[in-house]
């Protein structure tokens, strides 16, 4: 058995925008999928509980995941090509989600979708064509509005800002931080892109081959990161700042069939000593700022 996503524990309060980040294949989407309740069928969910507002989501039955899917908690999917039905017209569903959740007439569905094509800088009349009729932009800016017609509580995006120009990248955070001014939107969002994180999240989690390694306030992760993991990641991305130069993060992530000893990261940290291959560090908290190594203070 493989543990593609491992004892992670996080939450996510009313209005506050959560960054997820770490390398491919870490969990991130994994995480996402669970949390919905859309894992394939070979994915098992051995224990725990995905609490929301005091209900549990892993207990609920069918007719109550269905409501809680996009009325409570909406998700952009990653790979907004495959997303949408080829064989209806996009504005069709979305009147269709609008439709099923909530007592409205078809022409008030239509109108509150257009307003939302409209939104993500679509013209309303690109609303009216077949997903195979635009581009990859704009089915990822369609997949966008789509997620917040009813609007949900809380929306996970998976990589929304992928196949997106900067101007219309800072039109659509610039959007999800309007939804939080009107309606205390919540947002979990998945990407690589940690400048979007640093301009977004009021807190960031960093993942590594199933298991949170370090949560903080974003300024703090930034700034004083108290993981090797997360400072590597941070020294990688590259800078406008011309004194800074680009890092890497030596060797591949491990395999999860047969991981390492320890901390899963010891065998690619500057950082490890003995203690890091025979035990597996906790995640201490200190005032806010969760960080799974036994050199958090070294760092």
Known sequence: MVRAVDNVDFCIDRGEFVGLSGESGCGKTTTAMAIMRLLPREGIIEGGEVDFNGMNVLAFAKRNIEAFRWKDVSMIFQ?????????????????????????ISKEKARERAIELVESVGIERSRASAYPHELSGGMKQRLMIALSLVLPPTLVIADEPTTALDVMIQAQILDLFRQLRNKTSLSLL?????????????????IMYAGKIVEEAPTDKLFNEPAHPYTKKLIASFPSILADKEIDYIPGNPPDLIDPPSGCNFHPRCDYAIDICAQKEPPLDDEDGHRAACFRRHEI
């Open 189 to 205: 969002i998945i990407t690589h892109d940690l400048s979007v994180l640093a301009e977004t999240c009021d807190k960031v989690i």
């Open 79 to 103: 790979g907004a090509m495959n997303a949408l039905n080829p064989v209806h017209r996009v504005v069709d569903q979305m009147i269709d989600a609008i439709r099923i959740h909530e007592d």
